[in-house]
C-alpha cells in the first residue's frame, strides 16, 4: 500500500481544498498586518482622568508654529471619558529629529478646545502638557521635547480647576 499524506487527502476533496485555501489566506493576512505595524512611534500615557465629569480626552500635538490651536495641530486624537482614569494614544508616521508639545484636555463641554476662565485666570477643564504643570497659560518652550524617531513615552497628569 503507498503512503498518503494528510496534506494530498484534504488538497484531494472539495472542502479539503477550500480549507487549505482559508488558511493559506490567514496566514497571508497575519503577515501582511504584522508588517505594516507602525515601528516609529509617540505614545502618551494620560492619567488622573476624572470620569466623574462627561466628554472627551483630547491630545493634540503641535509643533512651535501652530502651539496652542487645535484646529492647526499636527495631529490630534479625541477619546470618550468613560470609566478609566488613565487613557494611553499613540501617534506615528511622525517626522523623525523634530521638537514637539503635547497637549491633552478633559474637553468636559465639548467645544474641541481648552474652556478658559477669567478669575483666577487659568484652564476651566482638566489640562496638561508635556514636561512640566504648568501654572497659567502652558508655554511651548517648556513643554517642548526632541521626536528621535523610534519608539518615545511620555507621561501627563492632568490638573483640574479648584
Known amino acids: 500500500m503507498t503512503p498518503v499524506s494528510i496534506k494530498s487527502i484534504l488538497i484531494a476533496t472539495p472542502f479539503g ?3 487549505v ?3 493559506s489566506l ?3 493576512d497575519n503577515t501582511a ?3 505594516q505595524l507602525p515601528m516609529d512611534y509617540l505614545e502618551i500615557t494620560v492619567s488622573n482622568v476624572n470620569p466623574a ?3 472627551s480626552l483630547i491630545v493634540n500635538l503641535y509643533t512651535k508654529e ?3 490651536k487645535p484646529n492647526k495641530a499636527v495631529q490630534k486624537i479625541a477619546l470618550l471619558v468613560k470609566n478609566s482614569r488613565t487613557y494611553r494614544v499613540r501617534f506615528s508616521g511622525l517626522q523623525a529629529q ?7 484636555i478633559h474637553d468636559s463641554d465639548n467645544n474641541g478646545k481648552l474652556t478658559m476662565r477669567w478669575l483666577p485666570p487659568g484652564p476651566a477643564e482638566g489640562a496638561g502638557v508635556s514636561n512640566y504643570v504648568p501654572q497659567g497659560i502652558p508655554k511651548f518652550e517648556k513643554a517642548k521635547f526632541l521626536y528621535a524617531g523610534g519608539i518615545h513615552k511620555i507621561a501627563i497628569a492632568l490638573v483640574y480647576p479648584k
Do not use: H, K, R
Not at 98 to 104: F, G, H, S
Open 66 to 68: 501652530n502651539w496652542g
Open 98 to 104: 523634530t521638537t514637539y508639545a503635547i497637549q491633552a
Open 21 to 23: 485555501l482559508a488558511l
Open 53 to 55: 465629569f462627561v466628554g
Open 17 to 19: 481544498m477550500l480549507f
Open 33 to 35: 498586518a504584522a508588517s
Open 26 to 28: 490567514l496566514a497571508e
